[in-house]
């Protein structure tokens, strides 16, 4: 089955290049972006404002080979793309959760962001503790990691 997905906008952001880019957003919150929807999706902002944060979905149009198995940027040891948040995966969807600082019109000004410059976006969602927070969940196999820069080596 095949799916057909339309970019709804573009994000911005000072990381022109992978090798720039943080592992997440919160090992970077001064990391500054813009997220421009196009015109004729304004009217789906409404009310965004309201919340302190939000989820980009985007697009992974800069990632390398897709391999099922691989070094993540935690762990030399391989792990399933599906068990770690590779940008190297069958459908190159990416998923962020940004601070958004400000709305004008159809453009949203975010910290905490973690995405290349020039990013197509394919949609945008509240994040919602309420809902999205999981009290017993757990940090699998990156439980005992430490955040850290990313290995020069690795996409």
Request: some cysteine.
């Amino acid at each position: 089955m095949k799916f057909e997905m339309n970019q709804i906008g573009t994000i911005f952001s000072p990381y022109k290049a992978k090798e720039m880019c943080p592992i997440q957003g919160t090992a970077a919150p001064e990391g500054k972006g813009r997220v421009e929807v196009f015109p004729e999706y304004a009217a789906a902002l409404e009310t965004i404002e309201t919340f302190s944060h939000i989820i980009l979905l985007y697009i992974f149009d800069r990632a390398g080979q897709i391999k099922l198995s691989r070094p993540t940027f935690l762990d030399d040891a391989p792990h399933g793309v599906f068990a770690s948040r590779h940008p190297c995966r069958p459908n190159g969807i990416g998923l962020s959760i940004v601070k958004l600082e400000q709305m004008k019109e159809n453009i949203l000004e975010v910290s905490e962001i973690d995405i290349l410059d020039q990013t197509p976006l394919i949609d945008i969602k509240p994040y919602i503790p309420q809902f999205d927070f999981r009290e017993k969940a757990n940090n699998g196999w990156t439980e005992k990691k430490e955040l850290h820069e990313k290995p020069i080596d690795r996409e």
